[in-house]
């Protein structure tokens, strides 16, 4: 066999797609700059797990099915009257994933806790984790309906399986007893296994709620806070601040 085409099939053995279409190339580049062997290995296998890493990015995002990509590049820290800014940013480095614990966002709506859940899932990302975004209603609809079309294992072990788990929007709408012990059944399932970020505009107390049982609640609660950090944010929403400006804009 060819030695040429010897490596060209190692290469294509071991799934090494970008080296086996480029390796001519950089071989004639190495040469030319006079690399050793090592060097020249060093070259090609960096570039490999580059692409690699980029295709494997491009596919958690893909998987997230994150409904907008945001970073905290543009983030507005001075609106809100309170935010725990040290610990948010503390937070993206993701040790947290690792350690399978839990980061709660507490705050009214439009201070901006979906932008820096939004973000940390896109970090996340980068950093080749599987995650999957969605909002609580979501969840609920989603395992209902699994429920009633007898694919309620496949459908939790959809919500418990990823590295993280982002659920947005708890508490802008009530649950009914079903929809409160289907939720439960998720934060059970992921508890000390996975984590969870969360973002919610009601305060801790204001659970019972939300579950419509206070029992439930307090086990949700119990089990997102026991390994987790909680940031509470204050302020008047963005929203309503964008349309006074626009008003008085307006009037003037």
Request: with cysteine; hydrophobic share 40%.
């Amino acid at each position: 066999m060819n030695p040429k085409h010897n490596l060209q099939y190692l290469l294509d053995l071991f799934r090494l797609q970008h080296s086996a279409e480029t390796i001519e190339g950089q071989a004639k580049e190495a040469a030319s700059k006079n690399l050793s062997h090592l060097e020249f290995l060093e070259n090609l296998l960096s570039q490999e797990a580059s692409v690699r890493h980029k295709r494997i990015v491009q596919l958690r995002i893909a998987q997230s099915k994150l409904p907008v990509v945001k970073t905290m590049d543009t983030f507005d820290w001075a609106h809100p009257t309170s935010i725990p800014k040290q610990l948010i940013l503390n937070v993206f480095s993701l040790d947290f994933v690792e350690k399978k614990e839990n980061f709660i966002l507490i705050g009214p709506s439009g201070l901006g806790k979906s932008h820096i859940a939004q973000a940390l899932t896109y970090a996340a990302c980068q950093k080749e984790f599987k995650t999957l975004w969605t909002t609580a209603a979501d969840l609920v609809n989603t395992l209902t309906a699994a429920k009633a079309d007898r694919s309620l294992s496949r459908a939790i072990k959809h919500y418990a399986m990823p590295k993280l788990l982002a659920i947005d929007e708890l508490g802008f709408l009530p649950m009914d007893k079903d929809g409160s012990d289907l939720f439960f059944q998720v934060i059970s399932h992921r508890y000390e296994q996975g984590s969870v970020v969360l973002t919610t505009n009601r305060a801790f107390k204001d659970w019972g709620k939300i579950f419509n049982d206070n029992t439930v609640a307090t086990a949700i609660l119990d089990r997102l806070v026991h390994h987790g950090e909680v940031a509470k944010i204050e302020g008047a929403s963005y929203r309503v601040k964008n349309r006074k400006e626009k008003s008085t804009q307006s009037a003037g």
